[in-house]
């Protein structure tokens, strides 16, 4: 069983920052991919920020520049500072796992968090 635990989520007024974080517990052997997704009311979800094993970063255009994404590898842990918010930004933010190891499983496997508010106001 793998289970992702998001925090950091809130109200805050434009211009300011947070800091999500996710991480993942339990029979884990390796991530590959680790991301952020956003999904506002009425809109798709869509991908924000994600990090590869190695590091390579790639970002949403929306975002590029106020955002960074960041990965404790020994904690299963995925992070996104957020900076210079804006009010577009509100939305539920949702971190996802994919290329994951389970220790004694085969195959590969895709995790979605529960997801974290964000709330920006004007």
């Known amino acids: 069983q793998v289970q992702l635990v998001e925090s950091g989520g809130g109200l805050v007024q434009a211009g300011g920052s947070l800091t999500l974080s996710c991480a993942a517990s339990?029979?884990?052997?390796?991530?590959?991919?680790m991301a952020w997704y956003r999904q506002a009311p009425g809109n798709k979800r869509e991908l924000v920020a994600a990090?590869?094993?190695?590091?390579?970063?790639r970002y949403a255009d929306s975002v590029k520049g106020r955002f960074t994404i960041s990965r404790d590898n020994a904690k299963n842990t995925v992070y996104l500072q957020m900076n210079s918010l804006k009010p577009e930004d509100t939305a539920v933010y949702y971190c996802?796992?994919?290329?994951?190891?389970?220790?004694?499983?085969?195959?590969?496997?895709?995790?979605w968090g529960q997801g974290t508010q964000v709330t920006v106001s004007s």
């Open positions: 339990g029979s884990i052997s390796s991530i590959n991919s």
């Open positions: 990090i590869t094993s190695g590091g390579s970063t």
């Open positions: 996802k796992l994919e290329g994951v190891r389970r220790i004694g499983a085969q195959g590969w496997y895709v995790y």
